[in-house]
């Protein structure tokens, strides 16, 4: 977009802007998007405090001869708020070590493999094809840090891990890394089994948590570090309830060592302490709620995916029970050939009438639990979605309606 001098109106249009966005989607949408979630009044009310403004950098350095362990000085709180993050996060993750400073999963990802994995070392992803994030594919985080991705392959629509073929993957190829973790995720993996092969191998467990970090640290979905993965980490605003950012934790004091000494002016400076801060809440709520959230979300997904069945919409994982996640995913290949629309078409006709997913055919149903949904009303939510996607009718004002009962926000 060619850059035009700012104009008088400008500021005017922006606030326009803010404003028709909050009461579009924080107001009348009901937000499916796998990827999204609502965090608390307090967690907002801590994104906007004046650690918004202020630095810190925690470091152990001489400075003309004297021992200092800041950069800046007016920190004394700021560090305190770091440290309540950290150890919230190790707590929940069930490791001794843990930081909070990526800025996102991206992110995070690239603070755990650029000081792990050498320029050149190897390691096994779960690729886009087969639902793996696409950072992992080769072209992006592996050109950007000098590594050679090998593709884990996944089987079936419900995207499940073979552990013999695994086996064989890691002794042929030997890589340095396993890298678990997906974009599209219904099932936890067989973790324990594929962490000891690797191991026998000497390839480290690397798990992106990024989608199902609130359901692991609400005891749901799996434990990665409990079951053999030597670090986890991901984003903190998916199934989780902060702020957009990014964490990860090890039991391992030597790995969280060298991820910790690479991050400072190497992948990140200043890491945005109101972001911290709001993150803190967020995990400290989780450890008082995040247990019975992380299990209504994942009744939401069931309820949500079978009556979308019921409805004749296509899903994946019938005979599996859907999903053990978040998600639900459409079944793209059978809404094309027997309703004639792709996932693409089918989102935008849902958009049309406030209700968001994503172009792929992927669903979430963490910030409508957080929204206070329960399964009684995920029929109503799947003949939305069918009269929207599949009807083409007009349903904004039963959406709107609905959208009305659920002002306030659950498990808080
Ligand atoms: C598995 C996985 N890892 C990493 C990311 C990147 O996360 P973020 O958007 O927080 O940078 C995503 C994003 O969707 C993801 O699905």
């Keep these: 977009m060619p850059l035009s001098k700012g104009k008088g109106g400008e500021e005017r249009r922006l606030k326009q ?106 390691y096994l992803a779960v690729q886009p094809v087969d639902g793996g994030y696409d950072g992992y594919a080769p072209g992006y985080l592996p050109a950007v840090l000098g590594h050679e991705v090998l593709p884990l392959p996944l089987h079936g629509p419900t995207h499940r891990l073979d552990v013999e073929e695994v086996s064989e993957l890691l002794h042929r190829d030997r890589p340095q890394a396993l890298v678990l973790g997906q974009s599209f995720v219904l099932f936890p993996y067989p973790l324990k089994e594929v962490a000891k092969i690797a191991h026998e191998v000497g390839a480290l467990v690397l798990y992106d948590a990024s989608h199902v970090m609130g359901l692991i640290m609400g005891g749901t979905f799996q434990d990665p570090l409990g079951e053999g993965a030597d670090v986890v980490f991901g984003s903190t605003h998916k199934s989780l309830f902060g ?46 709620v995040g247990a019975p959230y992380a299990s209504r979300v994942v009744e939401n997904s069931k309820a949500l995916a079978k009556a979308l069945d019921q409805e004749e919409v296509p899903v994946i994982g019938k005979d599996e029970g859907y999903t053990e996640s978040h998600q639900v995913h459409l079944d793209g290949e059978e809404l094309k050939r027997k309703f004639g629309v792709a996932p693409p078409g089918f989102a935008r006709r849902l958009e049309a009438q406030n209700l968001i997913i994503d172009l792929v055919g992927r669903l979430g149903t963490a910030e409508a639990t957080r929204l206070g949904l329960k399964p009684k009303d995920m029929p109503k939510v799947a003949r939305l979605i069918k009269e929207s996607g599949l009807d083409r009718k007009d349903v904004r004002r039963e959406i709107a309606a609905f959208r009305h009962r659920y002002r306030g926000m659950a498990f808080l």
């Design 243 to 288: 702020p957009q950012g990014g964490l990860f934790a090890t039991d391992r004091e030597d790995l969280f060592q060298q991820i910790d000494a690479a991050l400072t002016w190497r992948i990140l400076d200043n890491a945005h302490w109101n972001r911290i801060a709001g993150l803190a809440q967020a995990l400290l709520e989780t450890e008082r």
């Design 17 to 122: 802007l803010l404003d028709a966005h909050e009461r579009w989607r924080a107001r009348d949408c009901l937000n499916l998007l796998a990827s999204e979630n609502l965090s608390s009044p307090t967690v907002q009310r801590y994104l906007a405090s004046d650690l918004s403004r202020r630095y810190t950098l925690p470091l152990d350095q001489m400075l003309h001869g004297e021992k200092v362990d800041n950069g800046y000085a007016g920190t004394r709180y700021t560090d305190q708020v770091e440290e309540l993050a950290s150890r919230a996060t190790g707590r929940l993750l069930h490791g001794k070590f843990a930081s909070v400073r990526p800025l996102s999963g991206h992110v995070a990802s690239m603070c755990v493999l650029a000081p792990l994995l050498p320029k050149g070392a190897r």
